[in-house]
């Protein structure tokens, strides 16, 4: 980092920059949630689906994210492991009202967590059970169950419902992960020095 | 901006090259700079232009390193720098087709395509483009389509350059787009008017209609794009050239109307397309010349050259229009432009009058040696030309070839001049000495062989019948003791030449030819020793057969015949008239544009297609124990006329004792398939038909074949002329057009073709006789006949020539087929092998009063060809 760069950081003028990986199976609205979070004069009216990745950017309060939105449909998924190395937090999102497919979620969210480049790493993973709205949309708890989401023991998580065409429950998802990501960088920081 | 500057080190040599000493895995190595935050543009554009340089010079990229290299450049994306974007988009080009999953930039891609930075936009759809396969190209239609329809220039002309590329592999899709393209074709851009009138025609290029339709409508409206000019002009002569219709079509009035288009660019496409119109007479191009002939005192170089080098092409086959422009290509003369002055040269040298030659010759000698050898061929062509024209400047034109000659220069441009002094000389009697003795003087310096073992052969060919022969001897010996083994082998063949046909010579070529027995090189020593002991016998026959007229079978079908004799030996000694014969080749008559043209070896491909008739035939049982194929005719006959339901195109194969008429056959209707079919034909003449093989089945489109076999006649073996009438019999079923599947149920149908003919050409083969009268004397007149006919009905001597060379198919010896001008008299020789494989030589001495009156002589070694011969022509 440049003189500049810190001078800017301890002012607090410039936000410090974070890469967030955007997971999860296909239609289960991570591109809708991405596009949600960013500034409303930026936003696209219209979402189709992802082919390949989509790099987006977005602030919260004392951060700036920089999402790669990845194409959850099969045939992409193998692509995910090219991003994990940078990835400074993951963001899995869950289509709550699709019970079929959980089972999938789940498998991919496991292979996730075996990877060799997240296993050992003290990642935060933000999940989303999105599409709440949804009349036969499972609740959050058991979304966590069916995910067996209590076994992720080494790393730090957290599940929140989520409603990506309101937008509710998106601002209390970020603020975790604002939180989580400024104490591991911290961590990382100590144990540098 | 790095481009720019790589650009410029390299041309100021490779010394100041930054790249130049680049390690493919030291700059992978380097890539992984790509995945450090944040990004440093500068840095990461710089590592892309090495990559995209070492791709360039040629080096190999692994999959694996590949698609590491490319994931790592696709969080570059990331950045907003503009120049980074760009270098992003030419490695995503680029590596399109050497990284794996290069598909995961489509989303970035469609984002940066619709997004607000115009300048990030037409590059996004053309990389976009090259990495959308045909599977995935749906996915992305609707973006397409928008770009096309486009505001921002770039971005439209970005789109449709990208489709009419993916016009390629996805026809079906891209045709979907063509209202957006039309609605760009209206565009006020130029550019994005030319590239979507490019993509309109390209969608619709198959469909004559659509296209004259698209002309009519562009031309009704006026365009405002020279380019779409342009572009609607060469379409519009192609579908011309394809009605090859009259002058009078819209389209050509359209050209027409072009010549008055305020564009300079527009007015000379115009004109260039008229000259390129195939049979375009002088009325036509008038206006095309007048519009070039101001272009010839244009400031502007490119136009003075293109204007020049279009009159030069038209000069070739209108001479008499260019003419009007003479003045102002005498102008061009001393352009400090050697191009244009060259071409100017060489135009008026084929526009101007005879008297103007000396002078133009002196001019462009002056500087013959500053223009590139590719511009000299085009003066030799010239001279060339000229020679035909005027033949009694020949001295001057050719000491001037010889100058040249002398002068350094490449193969091609040497090859020309060589080609151009032989044609004078076979064209011009007069000049035979003067040029073989400077031909002689360039044998004595020459690098390539092939010129060297071709003067060699003409020498010995044309030297013995001139009046001093002895003298071209010390050249060809020189070559023997100075050159190597080629040019050795073919100065002993031309040395045994001088031996067999001069008495006086002979002892001395015996001597040399017995020094020439010593040589250490196996060729030029069994030729030596092949003909010494040839000339010693002093027979004449022999002379003839073995010296001066060569083998006429075809040597690759003789190289089987052997093998096959080897493999399967037998006591009767190896028949070399079991051997196919060498078809020679039809010698296109010289015509005055094309002088010179490429050496076409037709004799290959002819010599191949009559083994592959000779393998077709030795699959079908019945025709085993025919002997070898005599004789294929060349061309296929068709029995049909080409638009009925049913084609049918026969080809005549003759044998000794047999013919064999095999039938292509296709059937144009798609509802029926026909079965077992067989051609039936009557005789008019003593021929008899022995068994028919049937084409099994003949579905919609695919062709098939279908044999009849007959025995030529015994009894009166002379009438070999015959007219066959034919019908064709076979099993009709119907089927469905789109499935393919036929019923069960057939009827019997006939349908009538027409006569086919079969003619004494059809017996004999071509065979080339270098020396006609040693041949003659070979054959001897045991079997002697003449006869005399007249010829009422034909009027001058050289249609009766084609008439009769063309009616018996055998081949004009030493130019014989040439008739010279204001002559009455002219002798005819002709020299084939009747079937069989006996020799059969004709010689026919017309005579012109009225009428033509032909004594014709013909001998063989056999008493059949003879009566064949004179029967046929009676």
Redesign the interface.
């Known amino acids: 980092m440049g003189l500049l760069d810190k001078l800017s950081c301890l002012l607090g003028l410039k936000k410090k920059e974070v890469h967030v990986l955007c997971l999860g199976l296909d239609n289960s609205g991570k591109t809708t949630i991405i596009n949600k979070l960013k500034p409303s004069n930026a936003q696209a009216q219209d979402i189709v689906p992802t082919i390949g990745f989509s790099i987006e950017k977005f602030k919260s309060s004392s951060l700036s994210f920089t999402v790669f939105d990845m194409s959850g449909q099969g045939r992409y998924r193998n692509l995910w492991e090219h991003y994990y190395k940078e990835g400074q937090a993951i963001i899995f999102v869950i289509d709550s009202s699709d019970r079929l497919r959980m089972v999938v979620a789940k498998e991919e969210l496991d292979t996730l967590l075996n990877h060799p480049d997240i296993k050992h790493r003290r990642i935060p993973i933000l999940f989303f059970a999105n599409k709440m709205d949804l009349r036969d949309a499972v609740t959050s708890v058991k979304v966590s169950q069916l995910l067996c989401l209590e076994n992720i023991k080494d790393k730090p998580w957290h599940i929140c419902a989520s409603d990506a065409i309101k937008g509710e429950g998106l601002q209390e998802g970020v603020d975790w992960l604002q939180e989580k990501t400024i104490q591991s960088n911290s961590g990382c920081e100590d144990m540098k020095r | 901006m790095l481009k720019k500057f790589d650009k410029k080190d390299e041309e100021s040599g490779g010394g100041s090259n930054p790249f130049q000493h680049l390690e493919k895995s030291a700059v992978l190595q380097e890539a992984r700079v790509f995945?450090e935050?944040?990004i440093n543009p500068r840095k990461c554009a710089h590592i892309l232009t090495k990559i995209l340089y070492l791709i360039n010079q040629g080096e190999h990229l692994g999959t694996t390193e590949a698609t590491e290299a490319f994931?790592a450049m696709?969080?570059l994306?990331?950045s907003n720098d503009p120049t980074l974007r760009r270098m992003c988009y030419l490695t995503i080009k680029e590596m399109s087709c050497i990284a794996e999953?290069v598909?995961?930039?489509?989303?970035?891609l469609?984002?940066d395509m619709t997004g607000k930075e115009d300048n990030y936009r037409g590059p996004a759809v053309r990389a976009l483009c090259q990495i959308t396969d045909s599977t995935?190209l749906q996915?992305i239609e609707r973006y397409m389509k928008q770009a096309i329809v486009d505001k921002v220039p770039s971005v439209s002309s970005s789109a449709l350059v990208s489709s009419l590329h993916l016009l390629k592999c996805s026809f079906d899709v891209v045709k979907r787009w063509v209202n957006e393209a039309q609605e760009a074709a209206s565009s006020d851009n130029i550019m994005v008017q030319y590239h979507a009138l490019g993509l309109l025609y390209h969608v619709r290029k198959n469909d004559r209609l659509a296209v004259s339709k698209m002309i009519s409508k562009f031309t009704r409206h006026g365009l405002k794009s020279p380019f779409a000019y342009c572009m609607i002009i060469r379409v519009a002569s192609k579908q011309l050239e394809e009605e090859d219709g009259s002058r009078d079509s819209p389209l050509f009035d359209f050209i027409e109307s072009c010549l008055r288009n305020k564009h300079e660019m527009v007015v000379y496409e115009a004109a260039s397309a008229i000259v390129n119109l195939p049979g375009c007479g002088a009325k036509e191009l008038a206006p095309a010349v007048s519009v070039l002939q101001l272009f010839c005192s244009s400031p502007k170089a490119a136009l003075r050259y293109a204007a020049v080098r279009t009159l030069n092409k038209v000069a070739m086959k209108h001479p008499s229009a260019v003419t009007a422009c003479n003045l102002d290509l005498e102008n061009l003369v001393t352009d400090s432009n050697r191009s244009i002055a060259t071409l100017a040269i060489t135009t008026l040298l084929k526009t101007g009058s005879e008297s103007s030659i000396d002078r133009l010759m002196k001019q462009i000698s002056s500087f013959m040696s500053e223009i590139s050898d590719e511009f000299k061929v085009v003066v030799v062509q010239a001279i060339s030309a000229l020679c035909q024209k005027y033949p009694r400047k020949h001295t001057i034109l050719m000491n001037f070839l010889f100058t040249m000659l002398r002068e350094e220069g490449g193969f091609e441009y040497k090859r020309a001049i060589v080609d151009c002094i032989i044609s004078i000389i076979e064209e011009n009697s007069e000049s035979k000495e003067t040029g073989l003795s400077h031909l002689c003087e360039f044998i004595e310096d020459c690098e390539f062989t092939v010129l060297a073992t071709r003067i060699l052969h003409l020498l010995g060919q044309e030297g013995p019948k001139t009046n001093n022969p002895s003298k071209y001897i010390r050249f060809i010996y020189n070559r023997v003791v100075l050159e190597h083994e080629e040019v050795r082998a073919g100065a002993v063949s031309a040395l045994a030449k001088f031996g067999a046909q001069n008495e006086e010579m002979l002892p001395s070529i015996l001597v040399l030819l017995k020094r020439c027995v010593m040589d250490d090189d196996n060729e030029v020593r069994d030729r030596a020793t092949f003909y010494l002991n040839v000339l010693e016998q002093k027979q004449k026959a022999l002379n003839a057969g073995y010296i001066l007229n060569g083998l006429t079978v075809s040597i690759p079908g003789l190289e089987r015949a052997l093998q096959q004799y080897t493999l399967e030996p037998s006591e009767k000694p190896f028949d070399l008239k079991s051997v196919p014969l060498a078809t020679t080749p039809v010698v296109e008559q010289r015509t005055e544009s094309t002088p010179i043209t490429a050496v076409k070896q037709p004799e290959k491909v002819a010599a191949t297609r009559q083994e592959i008739f000779q393998e077709q035939l030795a699959a079908v049982p019945e025709f085993h124990g025919l002997g070898p194929l005599f004789k294929s005719s060349p061309e296929p006959v068709a029995l049909t006329e080409s638009e009925t339901e049913y084609v049918i195109r026969c080809t005549k194969h003759t044998f000794t004792d047999h013919m064999v008429f095999q039938f292509d056959c296709t059937n144009t209707l798609n509802d029926q398939t026909l079965e077992n079919i067989t051609v039936q034909m009557e005789p008019t003449e003593s021929y008899e038909v022995l068994c028919y093989v049937p084409a099994r089945s003949l579905p919609y489109n695919q062709p098939g074949t279908c044999y009849t076999l007959v025995a030529l006649p015994k009894e009166d073996p002379t009438a070999v002329a015959c007219t066959f009438s034919c019908m064709m019999k076979f099993t009709v079923k119907d089927c469905d057009p789109t499935t393919g599947e036929t019923d069960d149920e057939g009827y019997e149908d006939e349908y009538v073709l027409e006569d086919l003919e079969v003619t004494v050409a059809d017996h004999i083969q071509k065979v080339m006789k270098l020396n006609f009268e040693a041949a003659w004397d070979e054959v001897g007149d045991e079997f002697e006949k003449e006869e005399t006919f007249t010829l009422s009905t034909i009027k001058t001597l050289e249609e009766a020539v084609g008439n009769i060379v063309k009616f018996l198919g055998m081949h004009p010896c030493e130019r014989s087929d040439k008739v010279p001008d204001n002559k009455n008299t002219h002798t005819l020789l002709l020299a084939g092998v009747f079937r069989g494989g006996h020799d059969i030589l004709v010689r026919s001495r017309l005579l012109l009063l009225d009428t033509v009156t032909m004594q014709v002589t013909a001998r063989s070694s056999e008493e059949l060809p003879v009566d064949v011969i004179l029967a046929s022509v009676g």
């Open positions: 995945n935050t944040p994931f696709t969080k994306f990331q999953d598909i995961i930039v489509t989303s970035s469609t984002k995935m996915a």
